[in-house]
């Protein structure tokens, strides 16, 4: 990407200290994302919004100031992007679970419930809470204290230890999602 940015801002002497300090611009995002290629993904868009407005730069100005204030607005964006997402995929969760939850209250296994009661303590709390409950992932992770990602993380292995003793208790109709169940327990 460097030798393309080169090529493309041959014209503007005003960018060669930006990409000089590459790897310091990177150090500076790294240490405000999540995640080493997400930082990577904005300091090249960083790179394409300094072509095209190199001529922000004021004469009195160092391109190098200029740029990290692109790179601070950059961070800004992708965490208000990220923020949307997540209400959105919030919404949509909440929208899926109230259209379908009358149809899969009456059609899941009967063997859910004990199931989830023989589960570990926090995992049992996390499928309650979430799953069975009108909890947000969001919600139970202030509860608990932790981060929503650590709280997604302990619902997935939740879900992946109740998926596993289904298998062992209900066998084939598990593997099916236990959705018209005809192990013997629902026969009860």
């Known amino acids: 990407?460097?030798?393309?940015?080169h090529a493309t801002s041959s014209n503007s002497e005003k960018l060669k200290p930006v990409i000089a300090?590459?790897?310091?611009?990177?150090?500076?995002?790294?240490?405000?994302?999540?995640?080493?290629?997400?930082?990577?993904?904005?300091?090249?868009?960083?790179?394409?919004?300094?072509?095209e407005r190199d001529s922000e730069i004021r004469e009195d100005?160092?391109?190098?100031?200029?740029?990290y204030r692109v790179l601070r607005n950059a961070v800004t964006d992708h965490y208000r992007?990220?923020?949307?997402?997540?209400?959105?995929?919030?919404a949509f969760t909440a929208g899926m679970s109230e259209a379908y939850e009358p149809e899969l209250r009456a059609v899941a296994c009967a063997c859910i419930g004990d199931v989830v009661g023989e589960l570990k303590p926090e995992y049992r709390d996390a499928i309650e809470r979430v799953d069975l409950g009108e909890?947000?992932?969001?919600?139970?992770?202030?509860?608990?204290?932790?981060?929503?990602?650590?709280?997604?993380?302990?619902?997935h292995r939740a879900r992946k230890a109740v998926a596993k003793?289904?298998?062992?208790?209900c066998g084939a109709c598990a593997e099916h999602k236990c959705l018209d169940c005809t192990c013997r327990r629902s026969q009860v």
Do not use: C, G
């Open 21 to 51: 300090h590459r790897h310091a611009f990177l150090r500076f995002l790294a240490s405000r994302v999540e995640d080493p290629a997400m930082a990577e993904d904005i300091l090249q868009a960083a790179y394409v919004k300094a072509v």
């Open 1 to 5: 990407m460097e030798k393309d940015f």
């Open 135 to 155: 909890t947000s992932v969001e919600a139970f992770a202030k509860s608990q204290s932790i981060s929503p990602n650590n709280a997604s993380v302990r619902l």
């Open 61 to 67: 100005e160092s391109a190098v100031a200029w740029f």
């Open 165 to 169: 003793h289904l298998m062992t208790v």
């Open 81 to 90: 992007r990220r923020a949307a997402q997540a209400r959105a995929r919030e």
